[in-house]
């Protein structure tokens, strides 16, 4: 179609051959000057190919007095330098005015690499843009009327569902941990809200434009029946919010527009760099109350993996495995420190103390005693068995690793010990029998002395008959003389 549209309108203008160069025209069908010289004539001109076509143009761009006054602003070295060293945080997309994808850049890392890598061979492109050379321009201006509308590509919607999923959680789990439980509600707008943020983002990137209050329309509609029905809203609500922003895009058709201005920008940046400082804080004193980091013996404070590493399962499991379920970000239905409030313990309690204090709420709030309505005490009943589940499932005992170490240690000297005389046993029996001594004698009768000398000579006691002689015929070492061996003559 353009092409026809310009062998149209070179048809009308053929009529007109006019070259116009920085303000002169000049009649390319006159007669040429004569040669001042000879005063005889020039040949005649030739005509290069396709001059008609570059004359009209020409003549179109001199007669806006655009091309003799245009001059590029941007630089691609420039651009490549910033991305270089500052990529990850949409440095060349600001310097180029490309404020929205800036914004997503900086919030996501640079598309978690992934965009840092398309830019590599984009930039090019997105400097062509920015400068806005008026043969660029008429050609960008000519294609968007013909197309009317951005085309949809699988890339773009890609995009576009990744970003909105990040800003939901992102968002979503760290109001999780500002407001309590009672109002995770809360969370869950927000969660929506930066959803629908994140896709305008991604909609509004170079001369594409889309309609933020139409997405966030739908995803807050979404949200509400899928929260009236009690169903996960992340699956549904995302599909709408990209739904609504393919609806509405359209072409900037002005270059100088922008979906953010820098300082919008640097304002939406200052904002969520001041959310995310609350919310670390509210996180940090989550993780002291959860003991997920615990302070030691020596006074410092020791990293709890096992605490941690459940924590972070189970809120994985409730974000993911629920499709957008915030509250697994910030605890389960019931905090540890809630569960210690309710049956009123202190921290690093024991499960003794833990119990008591369980029989002594249950007691109090038994249906049958409790005065008040019956059905207020079921409920705490049912608040007391959570809170004890809660903190019988994640009470762990100190461990004292110095102390598990020296056992360690004393095991296995022992074991060594005992090693070694069983081998020192065994080199004593491999040694032979000692000299076999004088003969035995019974029980009052002297026998040898099993030195390997002389034998002396036993013989009968009858006074004194407890005293008789050393066992004859012993091994030759004394922690062997009570064993007696074969006995010498």
Same mark, same amino acid.
């Given at each position: 179609?353009?092409?026809?549209?310009?062998?149209? !309108?070179?048809?009308?203008?053929?009529?007109?051959?006019?070259?116009?160069?920085?303000?002169? %025209?000049?009649?390319?069908?006159?007669?040429?000057?004569?040669?001042?010289?000879?005063?005889?004539?020039?040949?005649?001109?030739?005509?290069?190919?396709?001059?008609?076509?570059?004359?009209? #143009?020409?003549?179109?761009?001199?007669?806006?007095?655009?091309?003799?006054?245009?001059?590029?602003?941007?630089?691609?070295?420039?651009?490549?330098?910033?991305?270089?060293?500052?990529? @990850?945080?949409?440095?060349?997309?600001?310097?180029?005015?490309?404020? /929205?994808?800036?914004?997503?850049?900086?919030?996501?890392?640079?598309?978690?690499?992934?965009?840092?890598?398309?830019?590599?061979?984009?930039?090019?492109?997105?400097?062509?843009?920015?400068?806005?050379?008026?043969?660029?321009?008429?050609?960008?201006?000519?294609?968007?009327?013909?197309?009317?509308?951005?085309?949809?590509?699988?890339?773009?919607?890609?995009?576009?569902?990744?970003?909105?999923? @990040?800003?939901? !959680?992102?968002?979503? +789990?760290?109001?999780?941990?500002?407001?309590?439980?009672?109002?995770?509600?809360?969370?869950?707008?927000? =969660?929506?809200?930066?959803?629908?943020?994140?896709? @305008?983002?991604?909609?509004?990137?170079?001369?594409?434009?889309?309609?933020?209050?139409?997405?966030?329309?739908?995803?807050?509609?979404?949200?509400? $029946?899928? %929260?009236?029905?009690?169903?996960?809203?992340?699956?549904?609500?995302?599909?709408?919010?990209? +739904? /609504?922003?393919?609806?509405?895009?359209? @072409?900037?058709?002005?270059?100088?527009?922008?979906? $953010?201005?820098? =300082?919008?920008?640097?304002?939406?940046?200052?904002?969520?760099?001041?959310?995310?400082?609350?919310?670390?804080?509210?996180?940090?004193?989550?993780?002291?109350?959860?003991?997920?980091?615990?302070?030691?013996?020596?006074?410092?404070?020791?990293?709890?993996?096992? &605490?941690?590493?459940?924590?972070?399962?189970? =809120?994985?499991?409730?974000?993911?495995?629920?499709?957008?379920?915030?509250?697994?970000?910030?605890?389960? /239905?019931?905090?540890?420190?809630?569960?210690?409030?309710?049956?009123?313990?202190?921290?690093?309690?024991?499960?003794?103390?833990?119990?008591?204090?369980?029989?002594?709420?249950? $007691?109090?709030?038994?249906?049958?005693?409790?005065?008040?309505?019956?059905?207020?005490?079921?409920?705490?009943?049912?608040?007391?068995?959570?809170?004890? &589940?809660?903190?019988?499932?994640?009470?762990?005992?100190?461990?004292?690793?110095?102390?598990? $170490?020296? &056992?360690?240690?004393?095991?296995? #000297?022992?074991?060594?010990?005992?090693?070694?005389?069983?081998?020192?046993? &065994?080199?004593?029996?491999?040694?032979?029998?000692? =000299?076999?001594?004088?003969? +035995?004698?019974?029980?009052?009768?002297?026998?040898?002395?099993?030195?390997?000398?002389?034998?002396?000579?036993?013989?009968?006691?009858?006074?004194?008959?407890?005293?008789?002689?050393?066992?004859?015929?012993?091994?030759?070492?004394?922690?062997?003389?009570?064993?007696?061996?074969?006995? +010498?003559?």
């Amino acid at each position: 179609r353009i092409a026809r549209r310009e062998r149209a !309108y070179r048809d009308t203008r053929a009529s007109e051959p006019v070259l116009c160069v920085i303000g002169t %025209s000049l009649d390319l069908d006159a007669a040429p000057a004569p040669n001042r010289r000879t005063l005889a004539p020039s040949p005649p001109r030739q005509r290069p190919p396709g001059w008609n076509e570059f004359a009209v #143009r020409s003549y179109q761009n001199c007669e806006e007095g655009t091309m003799a006054s245009w001059r590029p602003t941007h630089s691609i070295c420039t651009a490549y330098m910033l991305w270089l060293f500052g990529g @990850w945080g949409g440095l060349h997309h600001f310097y180029l005015g490309r404020h /929205a994808q800036a914004i997503v850049w900086v919030t996501t890392g640079g598309m978690f690499g992934f965009g840092l890598l398309r830019d590599l061979f984009r930039i090019p492109a997105y400097v062509r843009q920015a400068n806005g050379k008026p043969t660029d321009e008429d050609h960008q201006k000519e294609y968007m009327r013909l197309t009317g509308k951005p085309t949809v590509h699988g890339s773009h919607v890609l995009a576009m569902m990744v970003v909105g999923t @990040w800003y939901y !959680y992102c968002a979503g +789990g760290m109001a999780s941990f500002i407001f309590p439980t009672e109002y995770i509600a809360v969370a869950y707008v927000l =969660g929506a809200a930066a959803m629908s943020v994140g896709v @305008w983002l991604v909609g509004s990137a170079g001369r594409e434009a889309c309609s933020l209050k139409h997405i966030f329309f739908a995803v807050i509609v979404v949200s509400s $029946v899928c %929260s009236s029905l009690q169903v996960a809203a992340l699956l549904p609500t995302l599909p709408a919010a990209v +739904g /609504a922003a393919l609806w509405t895009r359209r @072409w900037r058709l002005d270059r100088h527009e922008r979906a $953010v201005s820098f =300082g919008a920008s640097l304002a939406i940046l200052l904002v969520l760099g001041v959310f995310i400082v609350i919310a670390g804080l509210y996180a940090a004193q989550w993780t002291l109350d959860e003991e997920i980091f615990v302070e030691g013996p020596d006074g410092g404070w020791h990293f709890n993996q096992e &605490e941690a590493g459940q924590r972070f399962q189970s =809120g994985f499991e409730d974000a993911f495995g629920g499709f957008g379920d915030l509250s697994g970000f910030s605890g389960d /239905a019931m905090s540890s420190g809630a569960a210690r409030k309710l049956l009123d313990v202190r921290k690093g309690a024991t499960e003794e103390d833990v119990t008591r204090a369980f029989r002594k709420m249950s $007691v109090q709030w038994h249906p049958d005693k409790y005065k008040g309505d019956p059905k207020e005490a079921m409920d705490m009943q049912t608040k007391l068995n959570e809170a004890r &589940e809660v903190l019988s499932t994640r009470r762990k005992p100190k461990r004292d690793v110095e102390a598990e $170490v020296r &056992e360690e240690r004393a095991e296995a #000297r022992q074991a060594r010990e005992a090693k070694r005389a069983e081998k020192k046993a &065994e080199q004593a029996q491999e040694r032979g029998f000692g =000299g076999g001594g004088g003969g +035995g004698g019974g029980a009052n009768v002297g026998g040898g002395s099993g030195s390997g000398s002389k034998p002396k000579s036993g013989g009968r006691n009858p006074t004194k008959r407890k005293s008789g002689g050393r066992a004859g015929g012993g091994f030759g070492f004394p922690e062997y003389a009570e064993y007696p061996g074969p006995g +010498g003559r």
